[in-house]
DNA sequence: TTGTATGCGTTATCAC
DNA sequence: GTGATAACGCATACAA
């Protein structure tokens, strides 16, 4: 005759009644001084009492409706090849009868997986980063995947608290384009350790070990200069960004490279690092027309400064590209507008983008797939703000 | 002497043992012919059994590290007043020192709140809908709502996907500006049967019954349309958006009101329907310029469209705004930026998100708040692409 | 082929 | 003040 066990000591003998509770026997263990009830009694109640809770259909429901158990629809609904066709064809009626939708939370919570990525961009404001955006998007939704978003606001306190946001397992992977100010990493690092697949972009540290998407910050700093060079532009100011960026540190080097490369000696004073606002460039600019051999030639590595240094310099009366050739570096729809069209190197925001979300989902997906940086090829685009003829 | 019962028939004369089943004890009830266990048999192996499934401090872990219970735990973690303070502490100590960090799916699963926001926006390339979902960003996250984003790259198909895709459980709330193409909208009013808060913004129908958030359409339509009469222009060449659009339909009407107000006759003839394509621009203003009177001004419902305009004029060698004065709507960045600068008219993209997103978390934070629709307050900006010296 | 039980990690309810 | 456990909705190992 079998007996109630006592769960903590496992004694049939010292087990005895001790009430009803909520509608459920309760035992109660002399030896251990240990209340408990017995389960099953529990669920049958359960499913007396339960009409329907958030008056979302759940499986139970299509069960129910079709009388067989909530695995079996489970499996039908996911197309498990063990449930015979007619099974399936009866449960997936119902479902669609009663617009059965399942309830992802439920199913992460099992799964482990959200289907979902977090992305960490510092604004939407410029089309720059929304494109890049824009891109992760659309890969990440043909992928099944959905995109939560945040925008650090080029602040690092905001960074931090977004990645903590966003932390909570509501997300599979994190795609990551820093702030400007962001030049320390524990707050990456710990969540690396927890064992998050992320995937930097654009702005990156190489001292955070995950893939990184870069633009082609070296060879298109390359081709520039020596586009304004063959312009016959000798004295190049460059405007550069925080100088912990990488992306101004590679620029500056592909700028040093096609220096040398055509014997132009290097001027420390031509090289400015700005916080790409509109009075620094300005600053910028205005330095280096009263230098003792002006500049001659302005490349930014920001379309939104060249386009503020062409601004700047029309309104100094100064001919672009006659008296000054500018270049900047992204393309950005503002430099088909403005006058003179805009010379810049094409790093493919969109295609970065794309890239990105690629390569974090097949991290994702494919858990020891080889994961290695990406370059994405840009490309010049020669417009009127450096065309200019040759003083030979 | 208590004993098992069984489960469904309530009899414990008819149960008896059926051997082990994974390490625990099972029942058969001869009765009903149902095999069946002990609940906490299960509870007892499974505490001994699992070491940590994935990877993360969960509250059980900090209970048995503390030596409490897991409820205990969860309420001191919650700072429920019914914890002693020292408890309390001692968890949480604990809790830090293990890292833990709450499981969002677990707790949106119990609470039926996910603290997401969906968002489906025609597009990120452009920097208007770009900054409206900043606005969504930024007001959400400072609620503590994340936000998920779609574009719908203004298709109709593609935005019914994603009102799907988003749909799952996954979101409190839905943030909606309709494709170009849009103009059904039983998917948005499946999703409000089931409950779901939804407040449309920008481009919104009123076929559903939501909250929505508009720009000043007619007003500011009013405002652009008498600074071009007050400038001495006549004839003024409207440029739409699609017909079904109410933005189309209300800034004609303000156009229409401002002309009847200054006694101009209309003119069918002047307003087009565009699809914001250049060659769709292109094609308008050429008809408008062989008109028997050509057109003095253009006045386009899109800033994209009348920088587009200005750029065509300007490869016609027609003057703006000498012979041709031309106003956009929106103040987008690049009508700064074009030459002649653009006149237009603020709609304030960033504020609209802003106010969509207050409305929202209104409706979802205070279940009874009224939710009334919203308008933007804009103004107009004059620049140069209008300012003309009268023809007395 | 189908059903049963269990677990995912949390909150809420009730008992003590 | 604290503990036990049901419940959220689903997937799945195991039993039948």
């Not at 690396?192 to 955070?208: D, T």
């Not at 490369?261 to 620094?280: C, E, G, Q, R, Y």
């Not at 503020?308 to 001919?319: N, P, R, V």
Request: one cysteine or more; aromatic letters at 6%; proline letters at 4%.
């Amino acid at each position: 005759m079998p007996r109630v066990v006592c769960p903590r000591c496992e004694k049939a003998e010292t087990v005895q009644k001790s009430g009803i509770v909520r509608k459920k026997q309760r035992f109660y263990c002399k030896d251990c001084n240990y209340h408990f009830t017995i389960y099953h009694e529990s669920i049958k109640s359960r499913k007396k009492q339960k009409p329907n809770s958030g008056g979302q259909t759940s499986l139970l429901d299509i069960a129910k409706a079709v009388g067989v158990s909530v695995s079996t629809v489970s499996r039908a609904l996911n197309n498990h090849p063990d449930i015979s066709e007619k099974t399936k064809v009866a449960i997936k009626s119902i479902a669609k009868e009663l617009a059965y939708e399942p309830n992802a939370l439920a199913q992460s919570l099992v799964t482990r997986s959200t289907h979902t990525l977090g992305v960490i961009i510092p604004n939407l404001h410029t089309t720059f980063f929304a494109t890049m955006l824009s891109g992760i998007q659309h890969v990440s939704s043909q992928a099944g995947y959905r995109v939560v978003i945040c925008q650090s606001d080029d602040l690092h306190q905001t960074e931090v608290a977004n990645v903590q946001a966003l932390m909570n397992n509501m997300i599979d992977g994190l795609l990551f384009c820093h702030s400007l100010e962001t030049s320390t990493f524990d707050h990456i690092k710990i969540q690396l350790r927890r064992g998050i697949p992320i995937v930097q972009f654009y702005r990156v540290s190489l001292e955070v070990e995950t893939p990184c998407v870069f633009c082609e910050d070296e060879n298109g700093a390359i081709q520039v200069t020596e586009h304004l060079i063959e312009m016959g532009c000798r004295r190049i100011g460059i405007l550069l960004g925080p100088p912990h960026l990488m992306i101004s540190k590679k620029r500056l080097e592909g700028y040093y490279k096609a220096l040398n490369k055509f014997k132009i000696p290097l001027d420390p004073k031509l090289v400015a690092n700005v916080d790409f606002s509109t009075k620094s460039v300005h600053s910028s600019v205005d330095n280096w027309l009263h230098l003792d051999v002006p500049v001659d030639a302005v490349f930014s590595i920001s379309d939104k400064s060249a386009v503020q240094t062409i601004q700047y310099l029309k309104k100094l009366h100064i001919k672009v590209p006659d008296t000054v050739c500018v270049a900047g570096f992204g393309n950005e729809y503002t430099g088909e507008i403005i006058e003179p069209q805009l010379t810049t190197f094409d790093v493919r925001t969109g295609l970065i983008g794309e890239k990105t979300a690629k390569l974090l989902l097949n991290r994702i997906i494919d858990q020891n797939s080889t994961s290695e940086n990406v370059t994405v090829k840009g490309h010049l685009i020669v417009r009127d703000s450096s065309k200019r003829v040759q003083h030979l």
